[in-house]
């Protein structure tokens, strides 16, 4: 059972993940409104009849004032009636379950990459703080900050696709041809989308490390006999893991945003090109109801990580109560 601190620890939390969904509604709908142009003009074509202009915008609902459209909306959004693609002319959250099939496993594989390169290089070069072996890690992060995602991803391309021919440049066969064809298809770009975040998370990990290894409790540990090694295993990671987990969270919903250009890059049919298509189109519907997905996911990855906080280190939950 959830003691009385920690229940009122979990309510202020949804309330705020509550506000912050309505607040980014709002400007999402806000936003997608005052851009130029208009969606039934772009279907129809610009030498489109303007009279039939104006009856496909009177069927679409483009004619009713902003507000009601955005009760229509976040109604919607609350029953699961996203609506219908001017473009695709099918249903928006077919579309959009359709496309997280690919966008989330690739977030998910770009996730664990993520996570297992940079905490076991971030471990290593602050076992090795000030040595060779941090040196070389440290340099080779800061190369991996610097390199474009989409520039890894044509190299990957280039070598083991052109080259080798170990992997497919691009395309997804679907889950329903089997796991391993399309577990391979999702190898590059996993690999393209986690290296820079790994670079950006060994360098945090080496950093809340080396500020836990100066502490007293550790210096008691290895005067008791208690080897480098199983101190960092035992006592450091876990209370150096609050900043990494901060920016764990961050990065998975910058993994799952960011899969836009990849996805482009490797031609794959996910959200973000999704999410590219519909804004060429000038599909709003699809557009709108995207961004609020992603926005969602942001706002309720943010909320899981204070609740670990909350796990992991009882202090945060005492300060925040």
Not at 202 to 218: H, K, N, Q
Request: proline share 4%; glycine share 8%.
């Amino acid at each position: 059972m959830l003691s009385a601190n920690m229940r009122l620890f979990i309510l202020k939390r949804v309330i705020t993940l509550l506000a912050t969904l309505v607040g980014a509604s709002l400007v999402v709908f806000l936003v997608l409104e005052i851009l130029p142009g208009n969606a039934a003009q772009m279907l129809m074509g610009p030498d489109a009849d303007p009279e039939a202009v104006v009856e496909l915008a009177t069927r679409l609902g483009l004619d009713q004032p902003a507000m009601v459209r955005y009760g229509h909306w976040v109604g919607g959004l609350l029953t699961g009636d996203l609506g219908t693609s001017y473009a695709y002319s099918s249903p928006v959250l077919e579309l959009i379950q359709e496309r997280l099939a690919l966008t989330v496993p690739l977030a998910l594989m770009a996730m664990i990459l993520t996570t297992v390169l940079a905490i076991s290089a971030g471990l290593y070069a602050a076992a090795r703080h000030n040595r060779a072996g941090d040196v070389g890690i440290m340099g080779l992060t800061q190369i991996g900050i610097a390199i474009p995602n989409f520039w890894f991803a044509i190299l990957l391309i280039l070598l083991f696709s052109v080259h080798l021919n170990w992997f497919s440049a691009g395309g997804f066969p679907g889950w329903g041809d089997g796991f391993w064809p399309a577990f391979q298809s999702l190898v590059l770009p996993a690999i393209s989308l986690a290296v820079v975040q790994a670079a950006i998370l060994a360098r945090i990990t080496r950093s809340a490390v080396l500020e836990v290894l100066r502490e007293d409790f550790v210096r008691t540990a290895r005067s008791k006999g208690l080897s480098q090694r199983a101190a960092l295993w035992r006592h450091v990671l876990r209370n150096a893991m609050i900043p990494v987990i901060t920016v764990m969270g961050l990065q998975f919903a910058n993994l799952l945003a960011g899969t836009i250009v990849v996805e482009n890059v490797f031609y794959l049919p996910g959200l973000g090109r999704l999410i590219f298509q519909s804004i060429a189109n000038r599909d709003l519907i699809v557009v709108r109801n995207c961004v609020m997905l992603l926005a969602a996911m942001v706002v309720t990855v943010n909320f899981l990580v204070d609740v670990l906080y909350a796990v992991i280190d009882p202090r945060v939950k005492a300060s925040d109560i």
